[in-house]
């Protein structure tokens, strides 16, 4: 028996593709038969697996099931909740891996799958390994006809982990769910903690029927921003669909970004773990990096994507890590691994450590005037080249550059960033500057650049 995926949904950190379309039960039954040989072979048998909230999730996760099954391992079922508290699960049941069914931020058509091998990240050459097995048929059969599952209920759990050691004080926040996955976990955590809390559309619905669950996108914090004004409370939380990204605000409504959430973490963390390495990726500010430095720790700059930075998190032993995006890390008291809800605790806890409030650590950030993500359309085939076509020219003349993920310039104005998604057929660009004069010349840059190489920073491709 053979499969082959669709071509598009085997991605460079999970799985992804459009139910009906690119991804439907067979292919996770097929993801179940390859990754449950992969624990089989490596000398492991239970494999612990969970949902997000969307409508296609239960069928997928019955079909990855009996996929496990049938290659000889045992599933436990956490059921329905957000990713991390799938990785939780991973991390502290007698499992040797962990599947999370998810279309993380996706629209509700989507969905896909988040995986843990023997507490590694599983992606990039893992993931097209799956898709060699598939279509070869290398898949163990069981002798028979598997293992059977079992559900567990870990919701409580793992909610007291995320308060365990909380020593933070008592706010006034607004929480917004936005129908995701973390909803319910929300709805449990906001109980045991001090303060006044108002949470918003903690009612899973795969539909996403209020605003799309993705807070890096500022239109959807329109809801938290309104719940914040209107009760006037000291800032308010977001996450996207499955949990594993946070979004802030603000007492007076200004965003907080997830470079800028993690200057905050890193003061906190660096008081507990003096001249720590403090991780962040290429779209990171520079502000962050000279706050780290300024702090007396390591600023590293790495390549973006949750995979790769936990991967490099436990290279080097970071204690924290993040991502523009909103990925949190906190190895600090924690697993090590992207959880929205656990970097929600921590802001309380910073805050009240730093002695200071959200609006006050937003209001003391250096004034930078930078550009959102810029992302436009690039054939497959050209995105990388283009890339390396940017760099051969930088270096040519003489420029500083960075090449960790793309190509990152620093000049007297600032720095700006053109480099490859790994998900998608898009080039992404970010620049940043102390004034919008500045800012112009970096954007200048950029689109010189792209000209060279028969390009123009066309028409923003979406998520």
Same mark, same amino acid.
């Given at each position: 028996?053979?499969?082959?995926?669709?071509?598009?949904s085997?991605?460079e950190y999970?799985i992804?593709?459009?139910?009906g379309?690119t991804?439907?039960?067979?292919?996770?039954?097929a993801i179940g038969?390859?990754?449950?040989?992969?624990?089989?072979?490596?000398?492991g048998?239970?494999?612990?697996?969970?949902?997000?909230?969307?409508?296609?999730?239960?069928?997928?996760e019955?079909?990855?099931?009996r996929?496990l099954?049938?290659?000889?391992?045992?599933?436990?079922?956490?059921?329905?909740?957000?990713?991390?508290?799938l990785?939780?699960?991973?991390a502290?049941e007698?499992v040797d891996?962990?599947?999370?069914?998810?279309?993380?931020?996706?629209?509700?058509n989507?969905?896909?799958?988040?995986?843990v091998?023997?507490?590694?990240?599983f992606?990039?050459?893992?993931?097209?390994t799956?898709?060699?097995?598939?279509?070869e048929?290398d898949?163990t059969?069981?002798?028979t006809?598997?293992?059977?599952?079992?559900r567990i209920d870990?919701?409580?759990?793992?909610?007291?982990r995320?308060?365990e050691?909380? !020593?933070?004080?008592g706010? @006034? &926040? *607004?929480?917004?769910? +936005?129908? #995701?996955?973390?909803?319910?976990?929300?709805?449990k955590l906001?109980?045991?903690?001090?303060?006044?809390?108002?949470?918003?559309?903690?009612d899973?619905?795969?539909?996403?029927p209020?605003?799309h669950?993705?807070?890096?996108?500022?239109?959807n914090?329109?809801?938290l921003?309104?719940?914040?004004?209107?009760?006037?409370?000291?800032?308010?939380?977001?996450f !996207?669909g499955?949990?594993d @990204? &946070? *979004?802030?605000i603000? +007492?007076? #409504?200004r965003v907080?970004?997830g470079?800028?959430l993690l200057?905050?973490?890193?003061?906190?963390v660096?008081?507990?773990?003096?001249?720590?390495?403090?991780?962040a990726?290429?779209k990171?500010s520079?502000?962050?990096y000279d706050q780290?430095?300024?702090?007396?720790g390591q600023?590293l700059?790495w390549k973006?994507?949750h995979?790769l930075?936990?991967?490099?998190?436990?290279?080097?032993?970071?204690?924290?890590?993040?991502?523009m995006? #909103?990925?949190i890390?906190?190895?600090?008291?924690y697993?090590?691994?992207?959880?929205?809800?656990?970097?929600a605790?921590r802001l309380i806890?910073a805050?009240?450590?730093?002695?200071?409030?959200?609006?006050?650590?937003?209001s003391?950030m250096?004034?930078?005037?930078?550009?959102?993500?810029m992302?436009f359309q690039?054939?497959?085939s050209?995105k990388?080249?283009?890339?390396d076509e940017v760099?051969?020219?930088?270096t040519?003349?003489?420029?500083?550059v960075?090449?960790t993920?793309?190509a990152?310039?620093?000049?007297d104005d600032?720095?700006?960033l053109?480099?490859?998604?790994n998900?998608?057929?898009?080039l992404v660009?970010?620049a940043?500057?102390?004034?919008?004069?500045g800012?112009?010349?970096l954007l200048a840059q950029?689109?010189?650049?792209l000209?060279?190489?028969?390009?123009?920073?066309?028409?923003?491709?979406g998520?």
């Open positions: 028996m053979t499969h082959n995926f669709h071509p598009t085997l991605r999970d992804r593709g459009i139910i379309e991804l439907g039960e067979d292919d996770a039954y038969r390859g990754f449950g040989t992969l624990i089989g072979r490596a000398g048998s239970r494999v612990v697996v969970g949902y997000d909230g969307r409508t296609s999730s239960p069928v997928l019955g079909a990855l099931i996929g099954n049938d290659s000889g391992i045992k599933a436990l079922s956490v059921g329905m909740g957000p990713t991390p508290m990785y939780y699960a991973e502290t007698e891996g962990g599947i999370q069914i998810t279309g993380s931020h996706n629209p509700a989507y969905n896909g799958f988040k995986m091998f023997q507490g590694r990240p992606f990039g050459a893992d993931i097209q799956l898709g060699q097995m598939a279509a048929g898949w059969d069981a002798p006809g598997g293992e059977g599952n079992e870990i919701m409580d759990r793992y909610v007291a995320l308060i050691g909380f !020593d933070g004080a706010y @006034r &926040i *607004g929480w917004d769910a +936005g129908n #995701g996955a973390a909803g319910p976990v929300v709805d906001v109980k045991l903690l001090p303060g006044e809390h108002y949470t918003l559309f903690t899973v619905d795969g539909n996403f209020n605003h669950p993705d807070p890096t996108e500022e239109k914090l329109a809801d921003r309104a719940l914040v004004a209107e009760k006037k409370l000291d800032f308010g939380l977001a !996207d499955d949990g @990204r &946070i *979004g802030a603000d +007492g007076e #409504g907080i970004w470079d800028q200057m905050i973490y890193a003061e906190a660096l008081k507990d773990v003096p001249g720590a390495t403090i991780i990726d290429v990171a520079q502000a962050l780290v430095a300024k702090l007396g600023p700059m973006t994507g995979s930075i936990k991967s490099k998190m436990k290279e080097i032993d970071s204690p924290l890590a993040g991502e995006s #909103g990925h890390f906190f190895k600090h008291q697993y090590g691994f992207d959880d929205a809800l656990y970097a605790v806890r805050a009240t450590s730093l002695g200071k409030s959200v609006t006050q650590l937003r003391d250096p004034a930078m005037v930078n550009t959102p993500e992302r690039v054939d497959e050209r990388f080249a283009v890339v760099l051969a020219r930088l040519a003349a003489g420029a500083t960075n090449a993920d793309g990152r310039v620093n000049t600032g720095w700006w053109l480099r490859a998604s998900t998608q057929d898009v660009a970010r940043e500057a102390k004034d919008e004069a800012l112009e010349r950029i689109d010189g650049q000209a060279e190489s028969g390009l123009v920073r066309g028409e923003q491709a998520h």
